[in-house]
Antibody, heavy 121, light 110 residues
Framework: QVQLQESGPGLVKPSQTLSLTCTVS??????????WNWIRQPAGKGLEWIGR???????NYNPSLKSRVTISVDTSKNQFSLKLTSVTAADTAVYSCARDRTGTFFSMDVWGQGTTVTVSS | QSALTQPPSASGSPGQSVTISCTGTSSDVGGYKYVSWYQQHPGKAPKLMIYEVSERPSGVPDRFSGSKSGNTASLTVSGLQAEDEADYYCSSYAGTNSVVFGGGTKLAVL
């Protein structure tokens, strides 16, 4: 049973870079044909897709965040990561990672529990 | 790319049926068969309940069903149970390798 776990700082200062990692356990990040996604949810609000990566390194990003987002993968560590630059209070949210199988067009069947990131000085 | 529109809340009594709508545009919901629905209990990770408009992953009760007409998708929960009380989110493929989510609907079982 594949499980995902997010990790990273819970507090980031405005204008700095938010960095999070998602560790995949119970299976290899390269096995099967999966995309690995980042999604966020501000308190009391809906879900927002940030972007995803395939293990080949190919990425897709939300157009509204594209200029500030980088998603990378480290297959040797079975992890993928998110960097979001120039953060503001509006980036405060629960950040989650999830997978979707190629051909399902974003049907995300495994999710991490999420990690709360607060942007504040 | 705008969020899909869902009613903020819905409710029903145990045993009843309730339908939650998810309205988009011809560029997302209306243009593709790739609508998914997720259930999220407080403090928990979202759970995939429906994919490709009406398909159920293994283990999801058949009380949950999905459909689509034009730019609006719907999730119907039949035979409501107390454990169905949760937030529900829809999502749709929006072209050019992107996805858009709905704002969520809080389902109350009265």
């Amino acid at each position: 049973q594949v499980q995902l776990q997010e990790s990273g700082p819970g507090l980031v200062k405005p204008s700095q870079t938010l960095s999070l990692t998602c560790t995949v356990s119970g299976g290899s990040i390269t096995s099967g044909n999966y995309y690995w996604n980042w999604i966020r949810q501000p308190a009391g609000k809906g879900l927002e897709w940030i972007g995803r990566i395939y293990t080949s390194g190919s990425t897709n990003y939300n157009p509204s965040l594209k200029s500030r987002v980088t998603i990378s993968v480290d297959t040797s560590k079975n992890q993928f990561s998110l960097k979001l630059t120039s953060v503001t209070a509006a980036d405060t949210a629960v950040y989650s990672c999830a997978r979707d199988r190629t051909g399902t067009f974003f049907s995300m069947d495994v999710w991490g529990q999420g990690t709360t990131v607060t942007v504040s000085s | 790319q705008s969020a899909l529109t869902q009613p903020p809340s819905a409710s029903g009594s145990p045993g009843q049926s309730v339908t939650i709508s998810c309205t988009g545009t011809s560029s997302d919901v209306g243009g593709y068969k790739y609508v998914s629905w997720y259930q999220q209990h407080p403090g928990k990770a979202p759970k995939l309940m429906i994919y490709e408009v009406s398909e159920r992953p293994s283990g999801v009760p058949d009380r949950f069903s999905g459909s689509k007409s034009g730019n609006t998708a719907s999730l119907t929960v039949s035979g409501l149970q107390a454990e169905d009380e949760a937030d529900y989110y829809c999502s749709s493929y929006a072209g050019t390798n992107s996805v858009v989510f709905g704002g969520g609907t809080k389902l109350a079982v009265l």
